[in-house]
């Protein structure tokens, strides 16, 4: 059972930046895909990026303002947002799944976090 919480949501303005982290629990954080989605109201599940233990991948709508990393000695996986955009506004939701091949579909993953709020004013 892992168990994922996350932290650095709130509200900033267009063109701002934020970092988002989720703390993992269990021992073998390492062999663990992490991914990080998002949805906004009225929206599906959205997938924003995953990493894996030697590759990452990005929604095409991310690529060149969002990177994600992880420390495995920490057990956390980050995501640092930058040039945010109020259609970036949303909840964001860390996810885990025992893999080493990357996964973009929310219904892969096994595990989830609460959610954590962005909002991007324009």
């Known amino acids: 059972q892992v168990q994922l919480v996350e932290s650095g949501g709130g509200l900033v303005q267009a063109g701002g930046s934020l970092r988002l982290s989720c703390a993992a629990s269990?021992?073998?954080?390492?062999?663990?895909?992490m991914g990080w989605f998002r949805q906004a109201p009225g929206k599906e599940r959205q997938f924003v990026a995953a990493?894996?233990?030697?590759?990452?991948r990005y929604v095409d709508s991310v690529k060149g303002r969002f990177t994600i990393s992880r420390d495995n000695a920490k057990n956390t996986v980050y995501l640092q947002m930058n040039s945010l955009k109020p259609e970036d506004t949303a909840v964001y939701y860390c996810?885990?799944?025992?893999?080493?091949?990357?996964?973009?579909?929310?219904?892969?993953?096994?595990?989830w976090g609460q959610g954590t709020q962005v909002t991007v004013s324009s």
């Open positions: 996810a885990a799944v025992r893999s080493g091949i990357i996964y973009d579909r929310f219904h892969e993953y096994d595990y």
């Open positions: 269990g021992r073998t954080f390492s062999n663990y895909l």
């Open positions: 990493i894996s233990w030697r590759a990452v």
